[in-house]
């Protein structure tokens, strides 16, 4: 199994700044995921961050607006830059053991 | 993204009935199913998860898989008021999960 930390757990922002969010895993994983997840709605996959690498991100996602950095196996940041009110979702990090996702706490953004 | 697509629901059953979830999938190259379930505000936790067709049992959890069918259902017997949450159907292929768009059940006592 594997523990995630992630942090801040929310958040309120104000439209145009923006926020970084970490996740610490307690073993080292070669990928880690970061998904959006607005109300109501299920997980989108915003991109998979590789140590030593760039993140790989899914269509609709640029870095420019969610850049990503992995600087080591145990440890990813998210952020969300120049926010607007449509930003405003829970996101979360996640890992893969042999059998299942694992998922940080989730962090709940409201943009104002 | 592969598609992985649920009833949405809201479902709601009376305590003690059977709740039936339900997922079809459209890549045949998936090999792993999960169901997750979220309660609000929370993260998603793993329930149960499948590879073989047919059933797979956990307490008062059932999970069914017909690949033919590309086809996944999650039974819950004797429902609880505590089993209230949102479920996700997923997908693996490699290292990505894919998600469904979750069914909301609500057990009423």
């Known amino acids: ?112 | 993204q592969k598609e992985v697509e649920q009833n949405s629901g809201p479902l709601s059953v009376p305590e003690g009935a059977i709740a039936s979830l339900n997922c079809t999938y459209s890549d045949r190259g998936s090999q792993s199913f999960f169901w997750y379930r979220q309660y609000s505000g929370k993260s998603p936790e793993l329930i149960m998860f499948i590879y073989s067709n047919g059933d797979k049992e956990d307490g008062r959890f059932t999970a069914q898989l017909n690949k033919a069918s590309q086809y996944v259902s999650l039974l819950i017997r004797d429902s609880q008021p505590s089993d209230s949450a949102t479920y996700l159907c997923a997908t693996a292929l490699g290292n990505q999960f894919y998600f469904g768009t979750g069914t909301s059940l609500t057990v009423i006592p």
């Open chain 1, 1 to 112: 199994s594997a523990v995630i930390s992630q942090k801040p757990s929310r958040d309120i922002c104000q439209r145009g700044t923006s926020l970084t969010i970490q996740c610490q895993v307690d073993s080292q994983v070669t990928m880690m995921f970061w998904y959006r997840q607005q109300p109501g709605q299920s997980l989108t996959l915003i991109a998979t961050a590789n140590q030593g690498s760039e993140a790989t991100y899914e269509s609709g996602f640029v870095i420019d607006k969610f850049p990503i950095s992995r600087p080591n196996l145990t440890f990813s940041t998210l952020t969300v830059s120049n926010m607007s009110p449509e930003d405003s979702s829970i996101y979360l990090c996640s890992v893969v053991g042999q059998y299942e996702a694992f998922f940080g706490q989730g962090t709940r953004l409201t943009v104002v």
